[in-house]
């Protein structure tokens, strides 16, 4: 069972300019011509005074499913973040599971696509929760983790307290469970 984080995106802001810094998860985003390059943007989430996206081609949206290039980091404190962008909408992940999940070490998935699980780690009817893994990162203490958002979150969760990143050893044993791509919409909720 996929239980979905139900993130409600607030609609006023499509079509809007604004500082990178001010933009809301599940916003879709482009940097305005003066300051990027074009591509799309899904803002993910602050962690460790960092905001992570998902970066994704220039005709991602006309596709229909869309899959991130790779994601990025930019620290809260950086020149970026003053940059200029436009809502373009929102976004949801679609999650295909495999037949069989397959056992690896997270450090070897490196695509920003792959969804796992974790062992013992499941909501209140024994399903395992899943995490879209991101990529290494070097917030916290070790360059030697990867970087993942949760898919699903806890039965209990309250979305204001919710945190969906997490970090783990490379050497961490996960199942792998599938894919995820993205589907942009144009407009709010």
């Known amino acids: 069972m996929f239980i979905s984080t139900d993130k409600k995106v607030p609609i ?5 300019q604004m500082q990178r810094r001010e933009v809301s998860t599940g916003h879709v985003f482009r ?3 003066s300051s990027g390059e074009g591509y799309l943007y899904a803002h993910l989430d602050e962690y460790h005074s960092v905001f992570y996206a998902l970066k994704f081609s220039r005709s ?11 994601f990025t980091a930019t620290p809260i404190h950086s020149g970026r973040v003053e940059n200029r962008v436009e809502i373009i909408g929102h976004f949801e992940f679609n999650v295909e599971l495999d037949q069989t999940p397959r056992l690896v070490t997270i450090g070897a998935i490196t695509d920003a696509q792959t969804v796992i699980s974790l062992r013992d780690d499941v909501d209140g009817n024994g399903y395992p929760h899943l995490y879209l893994v991101l990529g290494k990162t070097h917030t916290g203490n070790s360059a030697d983790n990867v970087l993942m958002i949760k898919l699903t979150k806890n039965d209990m969760a309250s979305q204001s307290r919710w945190v969906a990143m997490r970090e783990l050893p490379t050497c961490t044993m996960v199942a792998m469970r599938g894919i995820t791509h993205v589907t942009i919409y144009d407009g709010g909720e």
């Open 12 to 16: 006023h802001n499509v079509g809007h």
């Open 31 to 33: 940097y305005t011509p």
């Open 60 to 70: 991602a949206k006309e596709n229909g499913k869309s899959y991130p290039m790779n």
